[in-house]
């Protein structure tokens, strides 16, 4: 690269790592109008100067005319970071017989001087590649800067601040976790185990004040932090196992205004407050939590809750406050259940310990439920009341045998149901549909076998009916009534009473039985706050 090509561009050069006390000027000017032994005087603004003396580059003071610095380097012009060797010793590095100095390019406010005097842009410093022709953009590139704070420890948490000028610190002084749940999958819900498995993303986000990050990027991926400081570790109260864990590597967001070093240290930093910046690690895990179906006895109109609760790990608890922010999920369907809503809400969890809790809201795939456990029994129950019209004695042994098969029919599908769900205390809706279609084909058999008996009786007895004469006294009709009721009812009479229960009274009773029980099923599956 030609030097004097470039700084014919950039005439106007800064001054880096300048020695306290000798009074050096920051910026220089190339004097194309002076030359020396075949070389361009580079003049201060103000104090001094830099010439060549026909052996080496020399700092010399323009009033006095002494020698301040001069290196033994003899390349064309002394751009770039070059040893110094100053008349004070006392400006000398620690351990070295010189000081290191800068001259380089003005490079202005979103540009990085190389260490050989050249700029760049300063979002390829410490960007993976080579931009200095020196290397220099990829040295020391450590991304946390610690160094600020004595006797630091990625172990523990920040310690409690008394003022509040800081962000993320809340009222209390605690540093403040956020906390975004997305659900990414539900793998099962498990009733009879009472415990369901879901898939998560878990993105926690929180402020250092303790730290420094040096050239952060405004992609995340580039501002990756390697197990260097403390993160939050989250308890899950009611976890029962996990599954499998992909813990992503914890990054710092850009979002504060960068500080940049004075001209006063050789090397050009650009760092960034662990007050403005927030670090966030995202872990995706695959566990399985325990579930208490508490509406069970409301199946198949109940709504369940399912729940995550988490809460600082012990060894940061009294110095976090845990916040929920966000959460974000997909209507599913899974394992007969349609997750409907998931919410995030700060609570205090057991054992007096405040926490965020994950309330994962289910109702039950209820047009399944309906076709496959209540419409085959409302099916079989019409089937039953239609044979009640075969009244012929001819049709008696079709009748009995249509309305058993029927509840054996009932009988393995309540039994299936019974197995599939938890035990519960107290009888289950669906219990009670299924006892209910037990119940119909049993009353159809029974009234037939009763008119069936009727038909065997040969001892039919004839009442004959008798025509009350009017009577003025009222006493005199009621004794008459009472005499004719204690008469026993004919045969055919019984027939008759018998016949019109099986056509009308039995699914009268049936059809506002249904109509009950499904105005309160819904009733409760609509009725979030029941």
Same mark, same amino acid.
């Given at each position: 690269?030609?030097?004097?090509?470039?700084?014919?561009?950039?005439?106007?050069?800064?001054?880096?790592?300048?020695?306290?006390?000798?009074?050096?000027?920051?910026?220089?000017?190339?004097?194309?109008?002076?030359?020396?032994?075949?070389? /361009?005087?580079?003049?201060?603004?103000?104090?001094?100067?830099?010439?060549?003396?026909?052996? *080496?580059?020399?700092?010399?003071?323009?009033?006095?005319?002494?020698? @301040? +610095?001069?290196?033994?380097?003899?390349?064309?012009?002394?751009?770039?970071?070059?040893?110094?060797?100053?008349?004070?010793?006392?400006? %000398?590095?620690?351990?070295?017989?010189? *000081?290191?100095?800068?001259?380089?390019? +003005?490079?202005?406010?979103?540009?990085?001087?190389?260490?050989?005097?050249?700029?760049?842009?300063?979002?390829?410093?410490?960007?993976?590649?080579?931009?200095?022709?020196?290397?220099?953009?990829?040295?020391?590139?450590?991304?946390?800067?610690?160094?600020?704070?004595?006797?630091?420890?990625? !172990?523990?948490?920040?310690?409690?601040?008394?003022?509040?000028?800081?962000?993320?610190?809340? !009222?209390?002084?605690?540093?403040?976790?956020? @906390?975004?749940?997305?659900?990414?999958?539900?793998?099962?819900?498990?009733?009879?185990? $009472?415990?369901? $498995?879901?898939?998560?993303?878990?993105?926690?986000?929180?402020?250092?004040?303790?730290?420094?990050?040096?050239?952060?990027?405004?992609?995340? $991926? !580039?501002?990756?932090?390697?197990?260097?400081?403390?993160?939050? *570790?989250?308890?899950?109260?009611?976890? #029962?196992? %996990?599954?499998?864990?992909?813990?992503?590597?914890?990054?710092?967001?850009?979002?504060?205004?960068?500080?940049?070093?004075?001209?006063?240290?050789?090397?050009?930093?650009?760092?960034? $407050?662990?007050?403005?910046?927030?670090?966030?690690?995202?872990?995706?895990?695959? +566990?399985?939590?325990?579930?208490?179906?508490?509406?069970?006895?409301?199946?198949?109109?109940?709504?369940? /809750?399912?729940?995550?609760?988490?809460?600082?790990?012990?060894?940061?608890?009294?110095?976090?406050?845990?916040?929920?922010?966000?959460?974000?999920?997909?209507?599913?369907?899974?394992?007969?259940?349609?997750?409907?809503?998931?919410?995030?809400?700060?609570?205090?969890?057991?054992?007096?310990?405040?926490?965020?809790?994950?309330?994962?809201?289910?109702?039950?795939?209820?047009?399944?439920?309906?076709?496959?456990?209540?419409?085959?029994?409302?099916?079989?129950?019409?089937?039953?009341?239609?044979?009640?019209?075969?009244?012929?004695?001819?049709?008696?042994?079709?009748?009995?045998?249509?309305?058993?098969?029927?509840?054996?029919?009932?009988?393995?599908?309540?039994?299936?149901?019974?197995?599939?769900?938890?035990?519960?205390?107290?009888?289950?809706?669906?219990?009670?549909?299924?006892?209910?279609?037990?119940?119909?084909?049993?009353?159809?058999?029974?009234?037939?076998?009763?008119?069936? /008996?009727? #038909?065997?009786?040969?001892?039919?007895?004839?009442?004959?009916?008798?025509?009350?004469?009017?009577?003025?006294?009222?006493?005199?009709?009621?004794?008459?009534?009472?005499?004719?009721?204690?008469?026993?009812?004919?045969?055919?009479?019984?027939?008759?009473?018998?016949?019109?229960? +099986?056509? /009308?009274?039995?699914?009268?009773?049936?059809?506002?039985?249904?109509?009950?029980?499904?105005?309160?099923?819904?009733?409760?599956?609509?009725?979030?706050?029941?």
């Amino acid at each position: 690269m030609c030097t004097l090509c470039m700084l014919k561009d950039t005439p106007v050069l800064h001054l880096r790592g300048s020695c306290p006390g000798e009074n050096l000027d920051i910026s220089y000017m190339m004097q194309f109008d002076t030359m020396k032994d075949g070389r /361009y005087e580079i003049s201060g603004l103000s104090t001094t100067k830099l010439i060549w003396d026909g052996t *080496r580059w020399t700092f010399v003071n323009m009033v006095t005319g002494d020698v @301040v +610095a001069y290196t033994d380097d003899t390349r064309d012009y002394p751009i770039g970071t070059f040893n110094w060797n100053f008349e004070d010793k006392k400006c %000398s590095d620690p351990g070295e017989n010189g *000081r290191k100095m800068n001259l380089h390019q +003005a490079c202005g406010k979103e540009k990085y001087a190389c260490m050989n005097g050249f700029c760049i842009y300063s979002k390829y410093r410490c960007d993976g590649n080579f931009d200095c022709k020196d290397f220099s953009d990829e040295m020391n590139c450590n991304l946390v800067n610690t160094s600020l704070t004595p006797n630091y420890n990625k !172990e523990n948490p920040p310690p409690i601040y008394k003022f509040k000028s800081l962000n993320r610190i809340g !009222e209390d002084g605690k540093t403040v976790v956020n @906390v975004d749940f997305e659900v990414l999958k539900f793998i099962d819900i498990n009733e009879i185990d $009472s415990s369901f $498995s879901i898939q998560f993303k878990l993105t926690l986000t929180w402020r250092d004040p303790r730290l420094v990050f040096n050239f952060l990027k405004s992609s995340n $991926s !580039e501002n990756i932090i390697q197990n260097e400081t403390w993160t939050p *570790r989250i308890d899950y109260l009611n976890f #029962r196992r %996990s599954l499998s864990e992909n813990t992503k590597q914890t990054f710092v967001k850009k979002e504060g205004t960068p500080i940049r070093n004075g001209l006063d240290e050789v090397d050009m930093k650009e760092t960034y $407050s662990g007050m403005e910046n927030n670090l966030i690690k995202k872990n995706v895990h695959q +566990a399985q939590f325990n579930c208490f179906f508490t509406s069970l006895t409301n199946y198949p109109f109940d709504t369940e /809750y399912c729940m995550i609760d988490m809460a600082i790990a012990e060894n940061a608890y009294n110095f976090t406050h845990f916040q929920s922010n966000k959460v974000a999920f997909k209507r599913v369907d899974v394992s007969g259940y349609n997750v409907i809503d998931v919410k995030i809400t700060e609570q205090i969890l057991e054992n007096n310990k405040k926490g965020v809790r994950l309330i994962i809201q289910l109702d039950r795939d209820i047009c399944n439920i309906l076709l496959s456990t209540f419409l085959p029994p409302l099916l079989m129950i019409i089937i039953n009341q239609i044979s009640n019209h075969f009244g012929n004695e001819a049709y008696f042994d079709t009748i009995i045998t249509v309305n058993l098969t029927c509840m054996m029919v009932i009988s393995a599908l309540y039994i299936s149901i019974s197995s599939s769900l938890p035990i519960t205390t107290t009888i289950k809706m669906v219990d009670i549909w299924l006892l209910f279609s037990l119940v119909y084909p049993f009353l159809v058999v029974l009234i037939n076998s009763y008119m069936h /008996y009727l #038909r065997l009786m040969d001892t039919e007895t004839k009442t004959e009916t008798k025509v009350f004469k009017k009577n003025k006294k009222i006493k005199d009709y009621l004794k008459q009534t009472y005499e004719y009721m204690k008469r026993p009812l004919s045969t055919k009479t019984k027939m008759k009473i018998a016949n019109f229960a +099986a056509l /009308y009274i039995l699914p009268f009773c049936g059809i506002v039985f249904a109509a009950v029980y499904f105005y309160v099923g819904f009733k409760t599956f609509f009725d979030k706050t029941s």
